[in-house]
């Protein structure tokens, strides 16, 4: 079984993993609350009865679907920032201290660790709004990962490199692997396609730049689907690159911030804003606007979705069920983080208040504020039963019908 990622197959063949699972058309309810001791970034993994995710507290935890209580854990030497990946028995972790290890899914033993060039000080981090790090992919017995200004190629039975490519800053995308190629966005504001077996560079796409950020960094991780590359850049704009010769079919420009995270479903692409605050469908081979939803607030983490409805969280600490075919909103969940500390920087209705300048004058400020509201920085997993959503607050919910 294969859980690469929790969108891996949106790479592959552009269909969630959750598709065949049922809706949850009413709210759900809290099923359990797992705490770890670091704000948690990555995204949770299901696989089988365990849930799989890691925390800037530096470990790596396995949860028990149906209890929430601990199967084992695994310990790092630095923050982790990316998702872990599950071939068969094997998982993958990039830790934040340069190390790509392979354990034991059910054990949490070491099979093997990998060496990144990236010497004793870890993954460097790019600015503060830099959240993530790579998360590894797996294609054909490959696992794929960047780190540092470095994509890398390591063979999953042995951990030996097979080959790797630098680019001009760090990659901390998630790679895409689409037929005989692999995409991945730099901090350099390029898109590079490469052969996924020579690691040969096949085209290299520049962003536009903008005012404020002219390298047009490439944060948002890219995705291939129907013949084309999506991907969103630091620089506002939103790209549709042909996937054979690297050139921008079309593009869109958000015109407050960043637009990232991307899910693709048959001829539809639904696209998180951040300062626009919007879930955007579009059409994937025009990019015409078919809906938008007001989510009130900053949305980094991709949508899952079931036959008829999606699933995402906010910054502001907040999980959100719609309705696909028209963008309504049908319920929301709270984290912890927002139910207790939401006035001090919102308003009853969801919106900043009016002295937030004053509250928000640093980068690290933010930072502080998304890990007091628990902001959602994942992309939530489910099942037939649950939803499981891990928080900046430090926790991972699970919600049941």
Known sequence: ???????????????????????????????WQFKTTGAVISSPVIDGNTVYVASLDSGLYAIDLSTGKAKWTFGTFGPIRSTVCIEQN??????????????????????????????????????????????????????????????????????????????GDVVHTVPSVYKEKIFVGSFDGHVYALNNQTGQLIWKFKTTGQRYFPRGEVMGSPVAHGGYVFVGARDFNFYALDANGGYS??????????????TPNDSVIYVGTSDDRLLVAMDFQTGDKLWTANAKFNIFGKMTRSQSMGY?????????????????????????????????????????RDDIGAILG????????????GAIFSTPAITNEYIVVSSADGSVYSFSR
């Open 312 to 352: 995402f969280g906010t910054l502001m600490g907040k999980v959100f069920g719609i309705d696909l075919k028209t963008g309504k909103i049908k319920w929301s969940l709270n984290t912890e983080g927002y139910n207790n500390h939401r006035l001090k920087y919102l308003k009853d209705d969801d919106n900043y």
């Open 1 to 31: 079984m294969k859980t690469c990622f929790i969108l891996l197959s949106l790479i592959l063949a552009g269909s969630s993993i959750a598709q065949n699972v049922k809706d949850f058309d009413q709210q759900p309810k809290l099923a």
């Open 90 to 167: 094997q998982l993958f972790l990039l830790g934040g201290d340069t190390y790509l290890y392979c354990l034991n899914k059910n054990t949490g033993a070491e099979l093997w660790r990998f060496r990144t060039f990236n010497g004793y000080m870890g993954d460097r981090r790019y600015d503060w709004a830099d959240y993530y790090h790579s998360s590894p992919v797996i294609s054909n017995g490959i696992v794929y990962f960047g780190s540092g200004n470095t994509l890398y190629a390591v063979k999953i039975s042995t951990g030996d490199i097979v080959w790797y490519y630098q680019t």
């Open 249 to 262: 079919r079309w593009m869109k420009t958000f015109p407050k911030g960043w637009a990232l995270p991307v």
């Open 362 to 373: 640093t980068g690290n400020d933010v930072l502080q504020m998304y890990y007091n509201l």
